[in-house]
């Protein structure tokens, strides 16, 4: 009798196995295909308030270089950089003097978060560029430090993005985590990793090894900042490394390069000189927690 149960719940353990394993198989089958990669983002160039299918446009690079081209104004330069050949990332040159950094997001809209559409409107921006990085479960929950004006919507993690990106009015600024504190910058966003410190690469070989993604990316470069993005998944080691390589073609110097959260997050984008046009690469219609802004002073 004893074998004989023993067998019994050895048999039902087997089967609870196996339908157990059915369900968290098929979990996993879409939480693998929810956490891969994006391939491709929308890009184009769209009258204000953008429509669904407007963003089913992608725009080859080139393609999209020259709407941002014609969207230019003075104290904004865009760059087309080539990587083996190809174009690799859009890059605009941003003259401080002429325009003013503006952190937006959940804490001027309770925790609703903003589109880039949106902000653009509501906070009479030319340029903006996004996002801060997220929580997986929730998008619109700051991982990390969100300083805005002033008020801490979500606290300093020691560990992880190991930079802070800070908004004053003059401009930009970069320090490590470990070096922040309240007062620094008027707004301030915990971001990472660093990509380039001091002038120089801050990347590990080792980030070769990690997936691909899209990327957008801020510099900090004196009297100027560069806003950037990829046009092609990348590793941050490869965008560094060129960017670098293109400063020096230009003969511009930035200090500091950090990460914004990249994939599905990414976002640059600009409103054209009469703001019922906008251009962008990314999503413009979907809420972000933080997004980085410009306009003109």
């Not at 908004?167 to 070096?179: C, D, F």
């Not at 990472?192 to 990316?217: A, C, H, M, Q």
């Not at 993005?229 to 060129?242: D, I, W």
């Not at 950090?258 to 599905?264: E, F, H, S, T, Y």
Request: glycine residues 8%; aromatic residues 6%.
């Amino acid at each position: 009798m004893v074998k004989l149960l023993s067998r019994l719940a050895w048999t039902v353990f087997v089967v609870l196995v196996a339908v157990l394993s059915g369900c968290d198989s098929s979990k996993s089958v879409l939480s693998v295909s929810a956490r891969e990669s994006a391939n491709r983002v929308p890009a184009g160039e769209s009258l204000l308030p953008i429509a669904s299918a407007a963003l089913e446009q992608t725009m080859a690079p080139r393609e999209l270089f020259e709407a941002f081209k014609r969207a230019e104004e003075p104290g904004i330069r865009t760059h087309l950089i080539d990587l083996d050949g190809k174009p690799s990332m859009i890059v605009f040159e941003i003259d401080l003097a002429l325009f003013e950094p503006l952190l937006v997001g959940v804490g001027q809209n309770a925790r609703a978060g903003v589109t880039a559409g949106d902000a653009m409107a509501r906070f009479d921006l030319r340029l903006i560029i996004g996002s801060g990085f997220v929580s997986e479960l929730n998008s619109l929950s700051p991982v990390g430090l969100l300083q805005m004006n002033g008020s801490v919507l979500s606290e300093l993690q020691r560990y992880g993005y190991t930079r802070i990106l800070g908004v004053r009015s003059e401009g930009l600024g970069v320090v490590a985590s470990r070096e922040y504190h309240i007062g620094m910058f008027t707004s301030a966003l915990q971001v990472g990793p660093g990509i380039v410190e001091e002038g120089k690469l801050d990347i590990s070989e080792r980030d070769l090894e990690r997936p691909k993604y899209f990327r957008t990316f801020v510099a900090t470069c004196g009297t100027r900042t560069l806003i950037g993005a990829s046009q092609v998944p990348m590793h941050l080691h490869t965008l560094g490394k060129r960017l670098l390589e293109y400063l020096v073609e230009v003969e511009l110097t930035c200090d500091e390069v950090v990460n914004l959260a990249g994939d599905r997050e990414v976002i640059l984008a600009m409103a054209t000189d009469d703001e019922s046009r906008l251009v962008y690469f990314g999503h413009p219609n979907t809420a972000k927690a933080s997004l980085l802004g410009f306009r003109r002073r």
